[in-house]
């Protein structure tokens, strides 16, 4: 078992920045990848970024590339998710989550969840 647990989230003005923390506790190490994804109201929940928890690979989407950075520090069993340059539509519930295999983008690929954390982005 997995436990992962979000924070971070807010509102913020177009623009601006916030930095998620995914905290991971239990099997980490069973847990080849770890991946942000985010769901909008109404919408499927979307794949944001991966990183390799070994070997610090990573992956965006390209709604995110050059505005957001995945991370990790594996002494704290926790990945983060710098995001600068906010705009409205990344308005959203952010959910990190861990995955077996390295760098997938779908989200049946990720195994365990948390609890998300709200992102609200105002024009």
């Known amino acids: 078992q997995v436990q992962l647990v979000e924070s971070g989230g807010g509102l913020v003005q177009a623009g601006g920045s916030l930095r998620l923390s995914c905290a991971a506790s239990g099997r980490t190490f069973s847990s080849h990848c770890m991946g942000w994804f985010r769901q909008a109201p109404g919408k499927e929940r979307d794949f944001v970024a991966a990183i390799t928890w070994g070997g610090g690979t990573t992956l965006y989407a390209d709604s995110v590339k050059g505005r957001f950075t995945i991370s990790r520090d594996n002494a704290k069993n926790t990945v983060y998710l710098q995001m600068n340059s906010l705009k409205p539509d990344d308005t959203a519930v952010y959910y990190c989550?861990?995955?077996?295999?390295?760098?997938?983008?779908?989200?049946?690929?990720?195994?365990?969840w948390g609890q998300g954390t709200q992102v609200t982005v105002s024009s």
């Open positions: 989550a861990t995955a077996s295999r390295p760098l997938q983008r779908a989200p049946k690929e990720y195994d365990y």
